[in-house]
């Protein structure tokens, strides 16, 4: 049988469906982290977009001294404690308009409360410790200065969920046998591909160039698949896919989605 004749894994997005209801920001909204399950939910998320808020502090001068990271920590900690999650409303659909407005709103509070102190007033601490939450290094994207610090959130946010839908691809293709099929293909994922490398690409898998289109198909629309399982988790509402997914791309410079499932 020939890698064009294996059978095609699961979707992600199919495998993943039955988690939405309990990991995604519909699971935060509901429960305002008056539930362990929401409280997971909303330390998933946290944990997830760590970059699109470093991405932000950065460009809107919070980093005078290299202390965006802490800058950056002592938020999440304040959002996990629930000092925010009492102010929720139903209708606040998207985890990515929630998130960029609780750091801005954290941020005037403590310019403010920095501004006591000098004053010889004492803040309250909390240690990000004490949520089990472990912030890891993301893809980072090269310093575009033209942009402003909202934008420069959501492009960072989008880099961000495409890296996170990759990753949950590869482990899909790991998970089948089919990883380094995946290594060879996913250049034409990421843009990194050519158009004259699809003949060395067919001799490498043993396969003619017509299946390797095939095969290149096959991966985009599975791809689609997990960004778009990634993007479900961040709203409450699926209606709200379509544009979220719109959004996404178009901050990435008007990028066309990978193809819908016929």
Known sequence: MSSSDTPEPKPVAAASRTRFATTCWT????????SEESREALAELCEHYYEPVLAYLRRSGE?????????????FADLLEGHRLDRLERDQGRFRSYLLG??????????????????????????????G???????????????????WFDRQWAVTL????????????RTSGKHAQFE???PWLTGEAEHGDQAELAEKLGVSPGAVKSLVHRLRRRFRSAVQSEVERTISDRGDL????????AVLGGGQL???HS
């Open 27 to 34: 699971q935060v909204l509901s429960a305002k982290g008056e």
């Open 63 to 75: 980093d005078h001294r290299g202390e965006a990271r802490d800058i950056a920590h002592d938020f």
């Open 102 to 131: 609780a750091l801005k709103h954290f941020l005037s509070h403590r310019r403010a409360r920095m501004a006591a102190e000098k004053r010889g007033g004492k803040a309250s601490s909390f240690s990000l410790n004490e949520t």
């Open 133 to 151: 939450v472990e912030f890891r290094e993301g893809k980072a994207l090269e310093d575009d200065h033209q942009l402003p610090p909202d934008s």
């Open 162 to 173: 495409l890296d996170r839908a990759l990753l949950a691809l590869e482990d899909e293709c």
């Open 184 to 186: 060879l293909l996913s």
């Open 242 to 249: 379509d544009a979220e997914m719109a959004a996404l791309f």
């Open 258 to 260: 990978p193809e819908k």
